[in-house]
């Protein structure tokens, strides 16, 4: 079965760090991908061929400060939006996300419509990897998905990968390699849709969260001095 294959790269980072090492990520992911086209009909000569359109690009993030976000119809458009320690980027082929203080929330994302030559088979792939370390609770995810028509051109196809880290106080890390597919059967061009993203979230901890947490451990200390006695 002949092939084609066209690389598309997207890197993407997401932080959090706490107070005590603001500098230091507390999560982060990366995302590299590629796309690989399969003809499933070799007699033909119709080569497996792929294009893209309706691209657009926003970044949002959120904290203590207020709101902020920027978007692009495109892929190229460079864009940063930062609130206090929260600050989300779009900067050519890199996506990145990160928070570095307690209280905010950033995401980077892009999409875009494609179009799949007839009798194609469109295998996007994406090495991944997201680390959440340490702290109060975090979140950081890496997410991709394809979806559209049916490959008959009736009904409806999807597929999707993502890593979602989350906890309170603990270290987390997955590094995998994401795979979606979109197949066109039709003798005509297919349209689908592909949309990927980075975010990164450290809400502010309540103080009855905090209140209950030292009880806890308050418990525990007492149950332990009981089973000494």
């Known amino acids: 079965m002949k092939h084609t294959l ?20 507390l999560a982060s992911a990366t995302i590299n991908w590629s796309v690989t086209l399969y003809d499933m009909n070799p007699l033909d000569t119709i080569a497996p061929a792929i ?6 690009t ?8 207020g709101g902020v976000y920027h978007d692009a119809n495109d892929w190229l458009t460079p864009l940063i939006a930062s609130s206090g320690s929260a600050e989300a980027e779009a900067n050519g082929a890199t996506l990145s996300a990160k928070v570095t203080n307690w209280g905010g929330y950033a995401i980077s994302h892009r999409s ?7 009798m194609t088979l469109a295998v996007f792939s994406a090495y991944a990897s997201v680390e959440i370390d340490g702290g109060g609770y975090k979140s950081a995810n890496a997410y991709l998905n394809t979806w559209g028509p ?5 009904g409806w196809q999807s597929s999707y990968d993502f890593i979602n880290l989350d906890g309170w106080g603990i270290t987390l890390s997955n590094s995998r390699t994401f795979t979606t597919s979109f197949l066109n059967l039709t003798g005509g061009d297919l349209a689908g849709n592909l949309f990927f993203y980075a975010q990164a979230y450290a809400p502010v901890p309540e103080p009855e969260t905090y209140a209950l947490m030292l009880a806890g451990l308050g418990l525990v200390g007492w149950m332990a001095r009981r089973r000494r006695a």
Do not use: C, K, R
Not at 10 to 17: A, F, N, P, Q, Y
Not at 51 to 56: E, G
Not at 112 to 118: E, G, H, I, K, Q
């Open 6 to 25: 066209t690389t598309l790269a997207l890197v993407g980072m997401v932080g959090v760090s706490s107070q005590a090492v603001a500098s230091t990520p």
């Open 51 to 56: 294009s893209f359109s309706d691209q657009h």
């Open 58 to 65: 926003y970044v949002h993030t959120h904290s203590s400060s």
């Open 112 to 118: 875009a419509v494609f179009t799949l030559s007839p």
């Open 150 to 154: 049916s490959a008959s051109g009736s």
